[in-house]
């Protein structure tokens, strides 16, 4: 059974990780207009998710990662 040394490594994020992520969310739909109940903002926001995970933690960064991205 694999040992897993950090929340985020089996789903959970602390309270400070939900902030950042929120933020870049926020920064997102502002900058390309998206409502929360459109598809392409979840399509985004799994995005951000994974950026995250694998490092990116600056909300600037990931909502301007996502954003090159999907251009």
Known sequence: MPYFSDMQ?????KPGDIDA?????ELLAVREG???DDAR??????????LYRHG????E????AVSNKAA
Not at 21 to 25: D, E, I, Y
Not at 41 to 50: G, N, T, Y
Request: charged share 25%.
């Open 9 to 13: 490594d089996i789903g959970m994020f």
């Open 21 to 25: 992520l929120r933020k870049a969310f």
């Open 34 to 36: 998206l409502g929360e």
């Open 41 to 50: 903002a979840r399509a985004l926001a799994r995005s951000l998710i994974q």
């Open 56 to 59: 990116v933690r600056d909300p």
């Open 61 to 64: 960064h990931l909502a301007s």
